[in-house]
């Protein structure tokens, strides 16, 4: 490095480094879809690749950057490429890396308001934004993670010192005065349910999964007569949640039905719109949104389907006050920052965390790129490649959908003549896996009343039906060398 050992880049070398990775991000997104998805490595070779030892003396930029291509990229999964399909794709956009680009150049910490007015007032901004577009209920309180994972922990803290009272205060241990806590969730409703049971302290156990009816979607009739036996027998119903976009198959949960169970128990109602949540942007699709007014605690991630990149996760709480009750915690160091007022927030006071990044930056300036009618077009368009893809699966023989296409996910199954159930859920499996392996398309498998499908998942704005019709070529020119190998 030219510069002094205790100062920074000189301001004219930061301009030609910054210019320089302006250019290698540029070109990476222009030619990403020439790119191999899946490397060709052993595992280790990237960390062998590099020094195992920190330098002693700094090295020059010039070289740090020529081994991004030598030593890293080796070892990338290019989830941005638009034939990569798999989980629910690429949410990178030119402002949102913009934005990041920003952000990190300012790295303040919007923990309180006085630490940074700019970043916890714009994280206000976003957040109306985003319950607006998609139709959240005017009265909810929103708050900014980085994951769903950790949303559902914190909704579930509010909901267990609800149930159980002064958990924060007294804790759970040696107390009988706690009665026996279950959540409830469909059999399709996502893992991290369970992780938050653990990090409380009231066990994966006590997640109580609910049978799906035909459709992937929570059987209203076998909630309630779970939680009636439970009651009978002194489990008190913590909470229920109900999904709005599932992992697997991004099917809808009946939420104005659930709600009305969760009720007469007195139980906390989460709704999971992670995913799914972005539908209710589309005025075609607020159907999918019913009885979510009558939730306590609601996430959407517009890292999943609105277009803001990885990470960016949105709860909202009916009362802002569940949440403070748990984790408001001013330490004396603090204490001259924590401005209070009517109109003060300070985020600290939400959630587990103290140093926040300043996400909200990189989401105001995708929304104001791509305008809510720009997010709109491309939800439309992402539905339309999906009902593409999955027309193709209907007319193709030895083809089946395994799931309803309500959303930007195609479920589906290849059968060959002659295979058991057990064989052909290798096969499928094994398809995916030699798809993967040809490094020009990439997608993932689910199980589904206990059968493996093939699974692609659609949400970059690169995708194209190009790419599309390049994976179901792949595909299928797959499946007939497996079907000739079996023959």
Known sequence: MSTDPLGDLPAEEMRAHLHRMADWVADYRENIAARRIVPEIRPGSIRDGVSEAMPKNGDEMERIIADLDTAIMPGIVHWGHPAFLGYFGSTSNGPALLGEMAAAALNVSAMTWKTSPAATELEQVVLEWIRE??????????????????????????ARERAAGDVRGRGVIGRDDIPKL????????????????????LGEENVVRIASDHGFRMEVAALRTAMAEDAAHGWRAMAVIATIGTTSTAS?????????????????LHVDAAYGGAMGALPEARWMLRGVEQADSIVVNPHKWLFVPLDFSALYVRDRESLRAVFANTPE?????????????????????LGRRFRALKAWMVFRAFGSEGIISRIREHLRLAESFAERVRRSPGFELTAPVTMAVVCFRHSLPGMSAAELDEHNERLVERVNAGGEAYLTH??????????????????????????????????????????
């Open 133 to 158: 577009l998609v139709g959240f209920p005017e009265n909810f309180f929103g708050v900014v993670y980085d994951t769903a994972s950790v949303a559902v922990l914190h909704a579930l803290a509010a």
């Open 182 to 201: 279950r959540v409830y969730a469909s059999d399709q409703a996502h893992s991290s349910v369970d992780k938050a049971m653990v990090m409380l302290g």
């Open 252 to 268: 809808v949960d009946p939420v104005f039905e659930i709600a009305e169970v969760a009720r007469t128990y007195g139980a906390w």
């Open 333 to 353: 160091y603090l204490r001259g920052d924590a401005a209070v007022g009517e109109d003060v927030v300070n985020y600290m006071d939400y959630g587990i965390q």
């Open 446 to 487: 689910t199980r589904l009343r206990g059968r493996t499908s093939m699974r692609v998942g659609i949400g970059n704005i690169q995708t194209t039906d190009a790419h599309l019709e390049q994976v179901w070529g792949a595909i299928n020119s797959l499946a007939e060398q497996q079907n000739d190998t079996t023959a």
